[in-house]
Structures are given as C-alpha cells and as structure tokens.
C-alpha cells in the first residue's frame, strides 16, 4: 500500500517533469514532406558566418552558399577553371595589370530579411561588393581575409587610417555605376580573381550587417542559393533561396567528361537549374566513427569522409587504385585524391640555435644540422604510419596539386638516410654534447605526440640525444599559433591547405617580410628568394613563372629550412541516390549548389 | 518568516561564494586559458591586428576592471557576445540549455531512481548472492569508460551494423514521439554508467541506516518489508541522498554531456562549453562559470530547505 502511494506520486511527478521537457528541447518542425533534402557531412564546424571570418573551409561550406561571389570554380573541370559567378564575365584588365574592371549581373536580390525595409530583399549592386571588401579592412569586424588585399588595392590602407568610415571612397575600390566595379591596384596581382572567389570576397547587405549587428555573424542574409534556416554546433540548415537566378547548367561548359563523370551519373544534371535540393544540411561529425555509422545507416547523412581506421575495411585496394569492396561498391559512390594541401615541418630560421646565426662559422653548422635532420626524416614510414600509405610525397613547397609542380625535380630532400645525417653532423664539428636542444611544438593530441615520438626516434639514429629532443604541446591551437607568431618554437609542425590553384599561395610562406607574425612561420629570409617572389609577384602564368617559381623551390630547399613534403589522399563516399562530384579542397563547398538527389523525402 | 529570514541569510552569505568562484575561475580563464587572439587571426597577420584584436576582447584592460565588467554581467545576466560565433551569450545559452536538459535528465532520474531501488534491494539482502550480484554490475558500470558504453550503445541499437532501431545522430524533436526515438540511446547510456556510482553510494547510506535502533524495533513490530524499507529506512536515508542529487542538478543543468552531444549530434550546452574551454571564448565561459556558482548557491539553500520538510528537527536557524 505504501509502495503503490510512494510510486503513483513518482510517476506522475515523472510524467510532469516529462511534459516540461518535452517542451523545453521541442520546436516547430519543418514540413519537408515532397523536398529534395541532401544531407552532407564535414568533420569540423564553422564558428563565424560572416564572410569576412570565413576563414576555414567549413565556413566557406555555408558563405558561398548563402552569398554570391564575383567568381566562383567550375563544377567539374580540374585543374580548377575560374567563371563568372556575379560577375557577367571575366574582368576587364588594363594594360599595365592595374585596372579590374567588373560588370555584375542585373536582377539580382538579397533574399527577403526583417533586414530590409517591409522585409523585402533588394537588388544587389556594385556597391555592396564595395562595402563588402571594406568591411576587412574595418578593425571592428575582426575579418581574417584583408591580408589576400593588405597592400594591394589603392587607397585602402590610408582608408583604414583614417579611421574606417565607410562614407568615405576608396580610391582603388569604386561602384562606378549600379552595375560596375572598378578596383585599382599599387601593382599587378594575377591572383586578384582566384580571391575574389573566396568567401571573404562575398557579398553581404549593409542593412543585414546593420540591423543585426554582431549577431550578423550567425543570421546571414545573402543573394546565393540557399538561404539559412538553422545553424548552431552540430549542423547547419539551408533551404532554397527561391529568388535565385535561373541559370540552367551547361555541362560541356563546367568541364564534364564522360570518362571521369559518367559514372556518377552527372549528365542527369545537364538544363537543371540550380539549387538542385529543396534543403540542403550540412552536418558537423567531428567523431569519425559516429560519421560512418550515420552514414552507413542509409536515412541519415548521405555524404562522409572515410576514416582512415576503416580503410582496410572498405577497401579492397588501395594501390595502384582506390578500389571498394563490393558490399560497399554497391551502395556507394567513392571518389579518392590527393589534397589540395600539404604537411610539413620547419625549422624557425630566427632562432639562432638552429636558424641564421651572425657567426658563419655557426651558420655553416646549423645548416648541416637542418639537413642532417632532414635526412633523419622518413617520409615513406610517416606515411606508412599515418596515411595508411596513399600519400602523396614530393620534394619542396610547391605541391602536386598546382600547374607549377614539378615531377621530375630530385627527391633527394625527402629520402630517409640517417647514415648520410649522421655524417653531417660530424663533419659540422656537432656532438652529442653541443648539440641544441630541440623543442618540437604541436598542439596537445594524441597524432601529434606519436608524430613526435617518431620523429625523435628517427633523430636518435643519427645520435641526436633523446632528452634534447623535448615535446612543446599546446593546449589549443590558438595557443600554439601564439608561440609560432611569437617565433618560440625551434621545430613547427604544420599544414597549409591552398586557398587558391597557384604555386604563389605557398612560396608566399617563405617571402622574407611574411615573417612571423605573418604567415612566413619559418621566418625564412633569403634574399635571392625575395627578390624572386617579388618579380613573380607580379607576372601573369607563363612558363617563365613557372620557372622562376621552381628556382624559388630550390633555393628552399637547398637551404634545408624546411621538411616537405606530403600531400595527403582523401576519400570521400556518397549515396548511390545523390548525384554529385564532390570537391573540398579549392574555397570548400562550391559544388553543393549542383548536388541532387534522386528522390524527395516521402 | 523563519524560512524568508533563512534564505536571504543565505543569498546574502552566498556572495563571498560566487565572489571566490568567479575570481578564480576568471584568474585561470585570463592567465592560463587560451588566447583567443591568435585563432581570430587571418593568414597573414601584422603587429597592428593582433592588437587591434586584443583590444577588441578587452586583453589590454587591468585585471580589475575586466572583473568587475564581469561582475557587473552577472549582476545584469547580460554576457554580451561570443567571442567565436558572436551571437549572443544569452541566445545561445536559451537554445542549448533546453536541450541538454530534454538530453540529461532522463538519464538523470532513472538512474537515480533504479540506483535507489537497486540500493534497496542490495542492502535488504545484504551479503546475499542478489547484493553480490547488483554490486558486481555496478562495479562493471562504474569500470566501463564512459565513452565505450556510448559507442557500444549507439552501434548495438542505432547503426545498421546492430538492430538500427534508433537514430544515429540528430535531434529533429518536434513531438514526444520524435523525443524518445532521439533521448532513448543516450538515456540508455547514461543510465548504464550511472547506476553504478548511484547504486553503491545509496546501498551504503541505506546500510547505515538498516543498523539503527529504529529499523530493529520495526522489525521486532512485525513491519512488512516494503514498509520497513520505504517508511523506515529510506525516508531517514533522504538527507544524503538529496545532497547528492541536489548538487547534481547544477551540472546537469548548465554542463550538459558532451561526450551524448557530440557522439548523437546533439545541439545542447555541453558541446558549447566544451568548445568555449578550448578556444578560450570568455563570455561563453564567464556565463557558464558564473551561473554555476549561482546555480550552486540557489541549492545550497534549497538543500536546508529540503532537509527540513525530510527531517522536521532540522532547524533553519
């Protein structure tokens, strides 16, 4: 009797405090009965959707999305192809490289927002590029993209000294009417148009940035072709921007080929206008094993990144080609290639121990060291350990992925030969007791300490002593970028991933006044080099750039600052109902407005 | 009047405590947390942006002043803007805390309850193959990582690998149905792990009171069991019991889990915070500290006020 008392009160305590949870973690749902909804994944999330702090590709994901750029990347054709995206064409260019001048389309609308006066989006116009661009030069907006224009459009820096005011021109960065933009450079930047691609060159609505103020960053309000319904720290939310224009794909002119394409059934596309879903969600999954599962469920995400733990278990070949065991070819698309990035170590040339030494006796020394060290290195059991051996590896800074690389440059600087290292070092007049201490910096995580553990295993056999081999670990990575942009870090591990095609986004690393703490994290400062990066700088492609661009490659090289290089395969996996070719590398997420799936949710 | 008396005695002595928290909590945000600097940096940075970032998070104020500014929100509940995604704090904690208590709180009560009626039954049978069994499975809950039983759960009952009954990840709640399709596994989980902590630290509180003066004369009464436990010893056992839960609640409210979020993709408070203590995001961090520490407080007092109506010869005074 007690029992029955004690437990009728509980349960229906239970079913109340049920009810108001119920409440509190509900809300209205969508009706997406009859839509068209793709569900990708990526394995890192965006924090900032404000074009300007698109800094990651997984913010680029939703930016060029929600927002049009000027240019955008072919669908299909690799090496990439840049084409109007806003933009009625290609821009018009003065003689002396100086002068871009860009008409955009007409007709086209912000899509509806509270933003606007009745709520109604409107047309987009030369103007809010102008605006756009200004906002990374406006320190209030905490934009992380002004360094692709620091120095190169006319009139911004002084713009920026004068305090920011957006009523005030810019002399290199003009609306010339409704429809036109003019921007002036100091001097020729063949890249102008591969950033005007990126996310940071959306454009955004100065009454969305207004109205919303900080929050902007998490309510964008753009012209592209989906707008956003939800976002927060699993996934994001994009539904059709039903104002988009009606632009049908031309297959032949995004660069489709039957042999690579036609197995994907992309031809399906051709006429169709684009956004090809009604819904369009993009899923966070940092967890790779919770990825797979999800995708392997079959109603869940449809799109996912194999992790590399379960490659031997999805693949049955992985060498010459990727090939997917059965059970797993019939059910999914697979799509494998070398990244559009590279990992790579480097040596703080600043740091007298190791670097540039006044003395150069000593500078001979550290040299011999570096290149000792370099030997020690083995890229082929890196890759091995940690790549499942599908790696790419090549010699320097330029990489596969770019027009510039060169297959037939000597792989000397990325054989493993300790005996040869060893040698150095003892003919540079270093023993076991002169020896620096290294410190190696990486952030905290478990790769990153087994990287180190085997890279000190690795020095130990050309007798670099164990206890002057020391683990730096960070705790975030802001605090490591920190340390780096501080110079304090003997040896950085690191990856740079290529915001544009052009060998010149990576030799812009090792450009002597990009030093820390500017992206030249090696502080490398070779004169010869500089002199070269600056002529090349301002050259449009041609075989004569790709030479110098080598020669730059060398001098690197030679100088033994560097670690380099291994670009890393990536395999990515699909449903057999969506069509797609899907890309990740170049911007991040240009291809989504192209995907399609084959049938609407019941 | 004594209970109104009593709680604003302790709202008023509840101060010193939030001061001590937050002042710590502060000092090791602002000297050893990370610096959000240089993840707000662009490729290419220049001398000039890091300050001008700096200045913009407010890292080149005194310590002081940016404690009392911190303060001062607390007072307000206005926590101002994340440093990461720059919605508002107050936003973001209105959308996720909702979740994660939809997420945690199951979990929470059942394994609560089942730990209490397991506790029971071990102590009622103490020293007995049934006690020996319940503590075996408890140790075997509280032995397993947190983690595995996570992914064993979500493997056996959500991938197509196991029964696929329940969605992987996801929380597209809209109605009850849609809510124990998504909170089933992860309630499930939790409950597996918790039941071993609850289940042995309620069967030694409940074994305690099984040896006192007043549960032998019961016995010697005749007094049926159910009664004996529930009347008897349970009822004398409430004050540890509460103190336990109590000071739970605080952590289930503000905490979530991230490791049910982020391993079913679910949008609660936990993996905000997790994110915020990694990348140094202070307002998020100043807010989820700061309620804490009130959340505390809140607690302590209704904690004595439990007591009393559990046990009437505790006095507020």
């Known amino acids: 009797m007690v029992f029955r008392h004690f437990m009728s009160k509980r349960i229906s305590g239970l079913l109340i405090l049920l009810s108001i949870l119920l409440a509190a973690g509900c809300s209205d749902g969508p009706d997406t009965n009859g839509m068209k909804i793709y569900r990708h994944s990526l394995k890192g999330a965006p924090s900032s959707l404000d074009p300007v702090q698109a800094a990651t590709v997984y913010a680029n994901h939703v930016v060029v999305n929600v927002y049009d750029t000027l240019y955008s990347y072919k669908y299909l054709a690799r090496p990439y192809q840049i084409k109007p995206n806003l933009a009625m064409g290609l821009p018009e260019i003065s003689v002396d490289g100086l002068t871009y001048t860009i008409h955009i389309k ?66 290199g960065l003009k609306a010339l009417d409704r429809y036109t933009i003019q921007i002036i450079l100091n001097k020729p930047f063949p890249q102008l148009v ?92 940092k967890e790779s094993l919770s990825r797979w599962n999800s995708f392997t469920k079959g109603n869940e995400i449809q799109y996912a990144e194999i992790p590399k733990e379960l490659l031997d278990d999805v693949l049955s070949e992985k060498k010459p080609d990727l090939i997917m065991k ?34 150069p006796q000593r500078e ?11 030997y020690a290195f083995d890229w082929k059991e890196r890759n091995r350990t940690f790549y499942s051996d599908i790696g790419f590896i090549f010699p320097g800074i330029i990489p596969p992925v770019v027009p510039e690389y060169d297959p037939d440059l000597s792989s000397a600087s990325v054989e493993h030969n300790p005996e040869k290292g060893q040698k150095l070092l003892q003919e540079a007049g270093w023993t076991a007791d002169n020896l620096p201490t290294l410190d190696y910096g990486a952030v905290a995580d478990v790769q990153y300490r087994q990287f180190f553990e085997q890279y000190r295993g690795w020095l130990a056999k050309i007798g670099y002593p164990k206890k002057k081999v020391v683990y730096n670990s960070f705790a975030s990575f802001g605090d490591y970028n920190k340390a780096i942009k501080q110079a304090k870090i003997k040896i950085i591990s690191m990856a740079w991933a290529l915001d544009y095609p052009d060998a010149e986004n990576t030799l812009q690393l090792f450009y002597g006044p990009n030093g820390a703490p500017g992206s030249n994290s090696t502080n490398f400062n070779d004169p010869e080099f500089n002199r070269l990066y600056e002529l090349t700088s301002v050259m449009q492609p041609s075989p004569e750039r790709t030479r110098l661009y080598r020669k730059m490659n060398q001098i690197v090289i030679d100088s033994c600052a560097i670690i380099s290089g291994l670009s890393r395969t990536r395999i990515f996996m699909w449903h057999k109902d969506v069509v797609s070719f899907p890309n990740e590398d170049i911007v991040g997420g240009f291809h989504l407005k192209y995907v399609d799936v084959k049938e609407a949710q019941k | 009047m004594e209970m109104l008396q009593y709680v604003l005695r302790k709202c008023i002595t509840g101060i010193p405590l939030i001061i001590g928290v937050t002042l710590i909590s502060f000092l ?29 998070l407010g890292y080149d104020k005194p310590f002081v002043s940016r404690y009392l500014e911190y303060m001062k929100e607390l007072v307000t509940f206005d926590f101002g803007y994340s440093d990461s995604t720059g919605e508002r704090v107050s936003s973001i904690l209105k959308r996720t805390v909702p979740i994660s208590l939809a997420l945690i709180t199951p979990g929470f009560v059942l394994g609560n309850l089942l730990g209490i009626a397991l506790a029971l039954v071990a102590a009622y049978h103490r020293g007995r193959w049934l006690d020996k069994f319940i503590m075996g499975g408890s140790v075997v809950g509280m032995s397993v990582s947190f983690l595995i039983v996570i992914i064993t759960f979500q493997v056996l009952l959500s991938s197509n690998d196991g029964l696929g009954w329940f969605p992987v990840r996801g929380w597209n709640v809209y109605n009850f149905w849609d809510y124990l399709h998504y909170v089933t596994v992860p309630t ?40 004996l436990l529930f009347k008897h010893i349970l009822k004398n056992a409430m004050i540890p019991i509460i103190t336990r839960i109590m000071f739970s609640i605080p952590l289930v409210v503000i905490s979530g889990s991230l490791l049910l979020e982020s391993y079913f993709g679910i949008p609660g408070v936990g993996l905000v915070t997790y994110d915020a203590i990694t990348s140094g995001d202070q307002p998020i961090l100043k807010a989820v500290v700061g309620i804490t520490a009130v959340l505390f407080v809140v607690v302590l007092i209704l904690n004595d006020i439990f007591y009393k109506l559990v046990d009437p010869r505790v006095s507020l005074k």
């Open chain 1, 194 to 285: 591969h950033t005007l691609a990126q996310g940071y060159a959306a454009i955004v609505p100065k009454e969305a940035v207004e109205h919303y103020g900080r929050e902007f960053s998490v309510r964008p309000v753009g012209s592209g072709p989906f707008r956003l319904q939800r976002f927060d720290s699993v996934g994001v939310a994009l539904v059709r921007n039903p104002k988009f224009r009606q632009e049908p794909i031309d297959l032949a002119y995004e660069g489709y080929d039957e042999t690579i394409h036609g197995q994907y059934g992309i031809h399906e596309i051709e006429g169709k206008i684009p956004p090809l879903v009604d819904r369009l969600e993009i899923h966070f999954v």
């Open chain 2, 28 to 56: 090791l945000m602002v000297y050893f947390g990370p610096d959000k600097t240089y993840e707000l940096l662009g490729k290419n940075a220049t001398e000039e942006q890091i300050q001008e970032i700096r200045h913009q």
């Open chain 1, 106 to 171: 007409k007709g086209v609308e912000f899509t509806d927002d509270p933003a606007f006066p009745n709520g109604k989006g409107r047309e987009v116009s030369a103007a809010d590029f102008v605006y756009s661009l200004k906002r990374h030069f406006d320190p209030k907006t905490r934009a992380q993209g002004s360094w692709l224009w620091a120095g190169r459009i006319k009139g911004m820096a002084e713009w920026k000294k004068a305090g920011s005011d957006y009523d005030k021109e810019v002399e």
């Open chain 1, 364 to 374: 001979k020394m550290n040299r011999a060291l570096r290149c000792a060290i370099r």
């Open chain 1, 326 to 359: 059965p059970e797993y070819a019939q059910r999914f698309f697979m799509i494998g290639g070398i990244e559009n990035a590279f990992v790579f170590s480097t040596f703080n040339m600043r740091d007298a121990e190791i670097g540039y030494n006044p003395d």
């Open chain 2, 188 to 227: 499930l989980a939790t409950v597996f792990v918790a039941l071993g902590y609850n289940t042995r630290f309620y069967r030694a509180v409940i074994v305690e009171e099984m040896g006192r003066d007043h549960v032998r004369t019961a016995k010697a009464f005749g007094t049926p069991p159910g009664e």
